[in-house]
């Protein structure tokens, strides 16, 4: 066998070979060994298999569910999963501040365990952006109070240490 | 090596990526949530996809070599294998920095950043196999194979945010994004090709004088130089 | 000083809205410029020489 030959049948061998991987990748059933988070609903129907190891948890921040205790900075919500409020939901509890980006109805992952009293501790949280990037809209501020209030903070980080 | 080629794409690589960077960083709206950070998608988003452009040419060029062989597609293929490497690691980088504020993390085992890390580690090897083998018959072949099995990876990084749930978001289209920031995408992703183009040539012309010093010996391997390819028939006849 | 920081806290939490964080848009931007910069000196340094006179 010429060179030339040998060294098409490698790259026929070769593709086939990346071909059938990727083949097993994309269309086997390894994402489902493969879960990065459960959503409430898998973690509440898996019962007893879920209160073991460290798990994470995926879905929505139900509206209205947040609760931060400031003074013992513990952070109370649920995660559902999906934005209605019938969506069947697990209760976090978080000991640290959240990332910048929570809110209610934002995509969350949170890290941690479940235990029996069904609230889920979370070690760390992780907030889920969506694909879109839009401009803040003119005239349009759903979230109105709590941008002045955030402004308000921002300003007090600027004047000197011991200011009110 | 063109004139264009030497001074021309390196000036339009700098035009057009400083007319992206000041676009993005200066002339786009924040984001409404995440305000000023946004603005690193103009520098991730290009690399990534520059990296994800690199390691395919990689792959045709591996394709290629083995095909029909010759020192310039092997030349090409370390080229686009190397710039893919820098440009993916910068993409990693510059993600991990974007997580952090965003996400709460800079990193996180999730199926797209796991798959990025394989596909890098995978380049490196590729790298690493490129410098250990001697001979450069053998290296071109054998590395010709690792850069086709690797490129598996590509597809599997790029479908990883829809075949999975992963905490990375899944790619954006002009539809989810304000036109005010597809244009400062679209000149920055411009640029980086421009940039892609001359790291790529440039590190081309490094590969192609290392081989043809390796095979000086004549008859030694195969030559694309045609006046030598015709002595050296002339001899055998 | 303390109650300052908690209520810049109790004003982040549920915002939903990033505040500042240029600190890491230039760390990006800085780090793939000083990279690139350093991968063209590597190119430079690795230029072909001699062989390749006609140029």
Known sequence: MTPVNRNRLIALGALLFAGAGLGFIAFGNIGDNLVYYWSPSELLSNGDKAYTATIRLGGVVQPGSIQWNEGHTTLDFRVADGPNADAKSVHVRSLETPPQMFREKIGVVVEGTYDKSGVFTSNRLMVNHSNEYRAPKEGEEPRKWQDTLAEGATTATATPPGAP | MNKFVKFGLPALTLALLGAGWWLGLAWAPPDREMGEVQRIMYVHVPLQWMAMMAMFINFVAAVTYLMRQSWKTDAMAEASAEVGLLFGTLGMITGSIWGRPTWGVYWSWDPRLTSEAILLVSYTGYLVLRRFVEDPEKRAVWSAVVAIIGAINLPIVWFSVRWWRSLHQVQSSPKTVDPQMVLPLRVSAFGMLALLIVFMVHRYRIALAERKAEVALPEALPTDDPALRASHSSKVA | ?55
Do not use: H, N
């Open chain 3, 1 to 55: 000083m303390t109650s300052l920081t908690s209520l810049m806290l109790l004003a982040q939490v549920g915002s939903g809205r990033l505040q500042g964080g240029w600190g890491y848009v230039w760390a990006c931007y800085g780090i793939s410029v000083a990279a690139f910069v350093l991968y063209s000196a590597s190119l430079w340094a690795r230029r072909p020489r001699a062989t390749d006179s006609k140029e």
